[in-house]
C-alpha cells in the first residue's frame, strides 16, 4: 500500500518535487513557499480549488513577466561593470 502511494504521489507531483530541489539550491523563501502550497493542497478540504486557484495565478504571474521584466530579476542579465564582460 505504500509503495502504491508512493508511486501514485511521485506521478502527480514529480514536476513540484523537481520544482523544490531547484528553489532549494536558489531560493529557501520560494521553497518553503512551494512546500506550503503543496501541504495546502494535498491537506485542505478545498484542496483542488486552491490548486487550480494558484495554477491560474501562476499563469498570470508568467504572463505579466512577458510585459514587466522586472518582475523576475533572476531572469535577464545584469551589465558587468567595469566592461569586462564584453570581451
Known amino acids: 500500500m505504500g509503495l502504491y502511494h508512493g508511486a501514485f504521489c511521485l506521478a502527480c507531483c514529480w514536476a513540484l518535487m523537481a520544482l523544490l530541489v531547484a528553489f532549494g539550491l536558489m531560493n529557501v523563501i520560494a521553497m518553503v513557499v512551494l512546500a506550503g502550497s503543496v501541504l495546502v493542497e494535498k491537506t485542505w478540504v478545498w484542496g483542488p480549488r486552491f490548486s487550480r486557484l494558484l495554477g491560474v495565478a501562476a499563469r498570470?504571474?508568467?504572463?505579466?513577466?512577458?510585459?514587466?521584466p522586472g518582475l523576475a530579476p533572476g531572469l535577464h542579465q545584469a551589465p558587468s561593470p567595469g566592461g569586462m564582460g564584453d570581451m
Open 60 to 68: 498570470g504571474l508568467a504572463l505579466a513577466v512577458i510585459f514587466v
